[in-house]
């Protein structure tokens, strides 16, 4: 009844940027937290970065002054917007929200998109 579709993922050169949207959609009630995270070959998965509704953002220390998340409430949107990437941004990368839906208006359910992947060449 939910869904989270990243987009905009891709290769690029180092130093160069990129710009990944996740949206979602359908019975959507509100969306709390909206939240990147990425996974490079043979590692964990890692916090990127978030922004709850009301903008505030936070960063993982190893994107802070490089990517930037925002979101359009409008559109329940969530973008990253990555400049000066390196090779050890190469991963995939996905989109996490807290989302109430019409149905179930008491709860908070967490949501992940499938991911998109971005690798950067050196």
């Known amino acids: 009844q939910v869904q989270l579709v990243e987009s905009g993922g891709g290769l690029v050169q180092a130093g160069g940027s990129l710009r990944l949207s996740c949206a979602a959609s359908?019975?959507?009630?509100?969306?709390?937290?909206m939240t990147w995270y990425r996974q490079a070959p043979g590692k964990q998965r890692e916090l990127v970065g978030g922004?709850?509704?009301?903008?505030?953002?936070n960063y993982a220390d190893s994107v802070k002054g490089r990517f930037t998340i925002s979101r359009d409430n409008t559109r329940n949107t969530v973008y990253l917007q990555m400049n000066s990437l390196k090779p050890e941004d190469t991963a995939v990368y996905y989109c996490?929200?807290?989302?109430?839906?019409?149905?179930?208006?008491?709860?908070?359910?967490?949501?992940w998109g499938k991911g998109t992947q971005v690798a950067v060449s050196s």
């Open positions: 922004i709850i509704s009301g903008g505030i953002t």
């Open positions: 359908g019975t959507i009630f509100s969306i709390n937290a």
């Open positions: 996490n929200a807290g989302i109430v839906t019409t149905q179930a208006r008491g709860v908070i359910g967490n949501y």
